[in-house]
């Protein structure tokens, strides 16, 4: 499939779909009836964004500002592209599809798929997507930032070290003080 002058896949292989199951959020571009373009950040737990087979996606709408400017949207016009990044790794993923919202009830099978126990946010539709097309982006000029949970798990190690250390040093304090060395 040829979108200007990009030559774009239309089957995500199993990088992509990795790719796809690791993010908590992404970009949607939606447009509305009078032309403009729309982009909302749309997130949730890490691999809200389900891969459902080859040529489909879906995601819990989950309560928000309750503005409902993309659901809005893609009742007049159904078309979306999703922008994943992973900016540590400094990668982009566009993906271009047509998009369905549907109701809780209405496909209780998908409604199951895309919901993640314990998440506390109130959900309150599907968006279920046919993909047409992805592409990857260049690296270039994508500043590498990062995630709390990934900071963590640089940090948490040295944080435990330290604290050991501290109690370590409180416990030789003690004993010095209790010595009744000077």
């Not at 087979?53 to 893609?74: C, M, P």
């Not at 959900?123 to 900071?151: G, K, M, S, V, Y």
């Amino acid at each position: 499939m040829s979108y200007g002058f990009l030559d774009i896949a239309i089957t995500p292989a199993e990088n992509e779909q990795a790719f796809i199951a690791d993010r908590d959020s992404f970009y949607m571009a939606t447009v509305s009836e009078t032309g403009w373009p729309y982009v909302q950040h749309r997130g949730g737990p890490r691999g809200f964004l389900k891969v459902l087979d080859e040529h489909s996606l879906a995601f819990a709408d989950y309560r928000g500002n309750k503005q409902y400017i993309s659901t809005g949207n893609v009742a007049a016009n159904d078309r979306v592209c999703l922008f994943l990044m992973d900016y540590p790794r400094k990668a982009r993923l566009k993906i271009y599809a047509h998009v369905e919202t549907l109701d809780l009830e209405e496909d209780p099978a998908l409604t199951a798929a895309v919901t993640v126990p314990d998440y506390k946010a109130k959900l309150e539709r599907i968006f279920r997507l046919r993909l047409e097309a992805f592409d990857w982006n260049c690296a270039q000029h994508i500043t590498p930032r990062f995630a709390e949970r990934e900071i963590m798990a640089v940090v948490g190690p040295l944080q435990d070290r330290l604290d050991q250390l501290e109690a370590e040093n409180a416990d030789l304090r003690a004993r010095l003080a209790s010595s009744g060395a000077p």
